[in-house]
């Protein structure tokens, strides 16, 4: 090199018409995001020499976190299905589909499902990958195939937390995919996460995958890992009504006393559905700082059943959202079946408040993945989403008191049409509703059509 340096890129400002900045719709905010892709400031100074995005007629938010994804059960897509139980669904459809899958139908699928949360406004998303051997011979592979999933969301754009899975039982043939011994689980993740330390867009967070996938020694190394990593660790917890009665033949006790039980339960674990949770368990997650996903789509789609979510919202729980089996990957619709399920489930109104079905869809699941985002404000990652005002879903409302047009957004909101673009870092992914880094028929083509 010469000496010649490159000229410092400068500051880039949005300027939405309306823009929701603590807890409420504003009119007329700029929002400077610095080269970094930290936001400097809301509000106030509008400097030369900014580089301008223009957003008239949209409104800025922040945008969704994705905190608990399975990117290859995409591909349950386009199989008829018909089980009747989840048993049924994990042996008739999860299973073969999992015996299948090769190199290339994970890197495809992965591609198709990051690519639908981008347009859905996702800029993070929490993948908990747990596919660690090869088809056929079992043989593992190292972190290959959870490279493959990483590149995939950093081709779309995505931050990814891989949630890298802890899995030794291996006592049916589709579990063979996963499993493997402590130590090869703990290297692999200390592998990963070493080559991507300091990514601003990668995390690496062990995740033992349940009471009966890990066994007991395998779960306190992942949490031991976390220790250590100063990292979050997620875990499948009472997502069925038999996972309760399996605790209680693994462990003698309900899943979450099982888990305080093994000494691993605190401020890092995060609990993934937790459904079958007693009021007991409720008051304990709260004590504890443990963290919920709760994935609503897909708890109805497998007859789950309704979780104690608001409880544990008033217990002190911070609660992210997840797509889980993708059968949609889309935030706001988890948002929405959240509160919908809880409707149902007690046959009453206004469960939980908007604000806070916004807050789990973006910085509930933001902090329970380890990323400093969710919110427009200084400091945080600029990831941020621009939604069409002029979009038919938005209406009447669009234009009126703050509280209205957040109802929209989280009630009514289509983010196929209203989605106009998604910045990760400042830094455009979604723009006019359409992907800027893949194609979508390339995408299509590696699906085989
Ligand atoms: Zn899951």
């Avoid at 106009?420 to 059509?449: F, I, K, M, N």
Wanted: one cysteine or more; glycine letters at 12%.
């Amino acid at each position: 090199m010469t000496g010649a340096e490159a000229p410092a890129r400068q500051a880039r400002r949005f300027e939405a018409d309306r823009t929701w900045v603590d807890g409420v719709f504003r009119d007329g905010v700029a929002v400077r995001v610095g080269p970094d892709g930290r936001i400097l400031s809301v509000g106030g100074e509008r400097p030369e020499g900014d580089e301008v995005v223009r957003l008239a007629g949209a409104a800025l938010v922040p945008a969704c976190v994705d905190a608990h994804s399975h990117a290859f059960q995409v591909l349950l897509r386009g199989r008829a299905g018909g089980a009747r139980s989840f048993q049924e669904w994990v042996d008739g459809s999860l299973y073969p589909l999992v015996e299948d899958l090769d190199e290339d139908a994970l890197r495809a699928s992965a591609l198709l499902a990051f690519s639908e949360m981008a347009r859905s406004g996702v800029a993070a998303v929490g993948e908990f990958h747990y596919v660690h051997n090869r088809k056929g011979d079992h043989e593992p592979q190292g972190e290959r195939y959870a490279e493959v999933v990483l590149q995939a969301a950093r081709a779309v754009g995505l931050r990814v937390a891989l949630l890298r899975t802890f899995y030794d039982t291996a006592d049916r043939p589709g579990r063979r995919r996963f499993a493997e011994g402590v130590d090869r689980a703990v290297a692999a993740t200390e592998a990963l996460g070493r080559r991507h330390r300091g990514d601003p867009h990668v995390r690496v967070l062990p995740a033992p995958h349940s009471l009966h996938g890990a066994s007991a020694v395998m779960i306190r190394a992942a949490a031991e890992l976390a220790r250590g990593l100063d990292c979050r660790w997620h875990i499948h917890l009472a997502e069925q009504a038999s996972d309760v009665e399996r605790a209680r033949a693994l462990h003698g006790a309900t899943p979450l006393a099982a888990l305080e039980a093994l000494g691993v339960l605190d401020g890092r674990t995060v609990l993934v559905h937790g459904v079958w949770l007693d009021p007991m368990e409720v008051a304990l997650a709260g004590r504890s700082g443990a963290g919920l996903v709760s994935c609503p789509l897909t708890n109805l789609e497998l007859g789950d059943g309704v979780g104690p979510v608001p409880e544990l919202v008033a217990a002190g729980v911070r609660v992210g959202l997840g797509t889980d089996a993708n059968t949609r990957p889309d935030v706001y619709a988890e948002m929405r079946a959240l509160e919908l399920a809880q409707r149902s489930h007690r046959r009453r109104m206004g469960v939980l408040e908007d604000r806070q079905l916004l807050e789990a869809g973006t910085a509930g699941g933001a902090a329970l993945l380890g990323f400093e985002s969710g919110r427009i404000e200084a400091g945080l990652l600029a990831d941020l989403v621009a939604l069409d005002l002029d979009d038919p879903s938005l209406w009447p409302g669009a234009w009126g008191d703050s509280a209205g047009l957040l109802h929209n957004v989280v009630h009514a909101l289509r983010p196929a049409s209203a989605v106009r673009a998604l910045y990760v870092g400042g830094e455009p992914v979604v723009e006019g509703g359409r992907l800027t880094r893949v194609d979508l028929e390339a995408v299509r083509r590696g699906l085989g059509g």
